[in-house]
């Protein structure tokens, strides 16, 4: 199987920063690249699930309603 190289810019990110060759790999093999485009969602609210995402360019928002609450805030923004 073969799978897409991160870019290096991906280990950027301080979880990852002390990977050596053999971790990137497992990481890359069981990890996925997503190309996402403005406005496109990675999960919705109330969704279930146990996921990293790192961003590697561009920016994400995230975006939550607080119980009792009718209108959604910006919870944090990654640039």
Not at 3 to 28: C, H, K, N
Request: charged share 30%.
């Amino acid at each position: 199987m073969s799978v897409e190289p991160w870019p290096s810019s991906a280990f950027d990110a301080a979880i990852f920063r002390g990977l050596d060759a053999r971790g990137r790999r497992e990481l890359e093999a069981s990890g996925h690249l997503r190309k996402l485009g403005a406005g496109d969602r990675v999960f919705h609210e109330g969704d279930r699930g146990a996921a990293l995402f790192v961003v590697v360019d561009g920016k994400v928002i995230v975006t939550g309603t607080a119980r009792g609450d009718d209108h959604k805030l910006e919870l944090r923004r990654v640039v």
